[in-house]
């Protein structure tokens, strides 16, 4: 097997979900490369030590600059805020890392095509973590629609709820909280949580042409962790848009983290000519699946719990009827990577997906602020 030697940016909840990704990849796929987790960096070297010394990693930095020129680093994941995503990602293609970057790719598209420009120029590997891709149930409806089961698809649905910044007394700014801060963030849920929606849908249904948009700030001000001031909220607090798919479907998509009572219901549900799909990240293991095809006596939504060796990814875990969960989604992503490394085959959502995503995720903002449809940028 081949070391491939990774320096990961941030050590928070993303650091964790990559970092055990890393470590279990090799026990469960049989792959050509195998991760070392070489260097953890984040700006506190004492987080960055605790962090090391609890996930395994060899050594420590706290400049990512220093981390990117090391020669002993094949590839840099960041796992840092977004508005750090395109400085580290184009000093890592320049330094001819193969990069994994958080989602969104960028704060935005400008900053993204950027990134899209540094990688293609260096002509290194990667990708972009929308782990929900790697969900099986997920693929399996891949597969379907793939397949033509749905037949002509006439309606995407999705939703992302939340409910954990209601509080008006949660600050906004620091660690953990910085999903609420615009500066760091670009934006609220629509760049969060609707970013990941978007990622799906056009990996199952295809391009989105336009968009109709509308968002809310439902807590205006909070104080600010690192200022200590009251400041003006800059994020989205929720946001719901229609949309057009270029395959003629019509779409809605909602997401707010003021649902009281979710905490993240990712859902999607997709109405064909012959058949529906719908999938629920909270039983992220099934998959409900409708086909108008069946016998009429016995027609009815199957709940088919994706657990099978026949079934997407689940050969590499346990036996049939075993289920698996979020994290794996994470595992899969490396093993996809690795494996499109292996057969010179890049695995997606490479860079270039995910600035179509931000592109989707640009015009909704837009069309918030216009009121109008606004039509989605497409990559070229
Ligand atoms: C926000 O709470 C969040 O952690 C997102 O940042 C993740 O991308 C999503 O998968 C779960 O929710």
Not at 50 to 77: M, N, Q, T
Not at 170 to 176: D, H, I, T, Y
Request: hydrophobic residues 40%; positive net charge; charged residues 25%.
């Amino acid at each position: 097997m081949k070391k491939l030697n990774v320096g990961i940016v941030g050590y928070g909840f993303m650091g964790r979900a990559h970092s055990n990704a890393y470590r279990k990849v090799n026990h469960f796929f049989d792959l050509k490369f195998q991760p070392v987790l070489k260097a953890a960096c984040a700006r506190s070297a004492d987080s960055a030590k605790a962090f090391a010394e609890k996930w395994g990693y060899e050594s420590v930095e706290s400049d990512w600059r220093k981390l990117v020129a090391r020669e002993d680093i094949d590839l840099i994941d960041i796992c840092t805020p977004n508005n750090t995503h395109a400085e580290i990602a184009i000093a890592a293609a320049k330094a001819g890392k193969m990069i994994l970057c958080e989602k969104p790719l960028g704060l935005n598209a400008k900053e993204a095509e950027k990134m899209v420009a540094a990688v293609e120029k260096a002509k290194v590997p990667n990708m972009v973590w929308y782990n929900y891709r790697r969900c099986p149930a997920v693929v399996l409806a891949k597969q379907l629609i793939d397949e033509g089961k749905l037949g002509r698809i006439f309606h995407y649905r999705a939703k992302f709820l939340q409910d954990w910044t209601i509080n008006p007394d949660l600050p906004q700014g620091g660690a953990g909280l910085w999903r609420l801060d615009v500066k760091a963030a670009g934006s609220g849920v629509t760049g969060d949580l609707l970013a990941h929606c978007i990622d799906t849908a056009m990996w199952l249904n295809g391009t989105i042409d336009n968009v109709n948009a509308m968002t809310e700030t439902f807590v205006k001000e909070r104080k600010h962790t690192l200022t200590g001031k009251v400041e003006k909220v800059g994020i989205d607090d929720a946001c719901a848009f229609l949309a057009r798919f270029t395959n003629g479907s019509l779409a809605t998509f909602e997401s707010t983290r003021y649902a009281r009572g979710h905490k993240a219901l990712y859902t999607f549900e997709i109405n064909g000519e012959h058949a529906s799909i719908f999938w629920d990240l909270h039983d992220l293991h099934r998959l409900q699946y409708f086909d108008h095809r069946d016998e009429g006596r016995v027609r009815g939504w199957r709940s088919i719990h994706v657990s099978d060796g026949d079934q997407p990814y689940m050969k590499n875990w346990w036996v049939p009827g075993l289920q698996i969960g979020y994290e794996h989604s994470f595992v899969h992503q490396v093993a996809d990577f690795l494996q499109g490394l292996a057969d010179d085959k890049p695995a997606k959502p490479d860079f270039k997906d995910g600035l179509a995503t931000d592109y989707v995720t640009d015009a909704v903002l837009q069309s918030a602020k216009t009121g109008q449809w606004e039509k989605v940028k497409k990559v070229k």
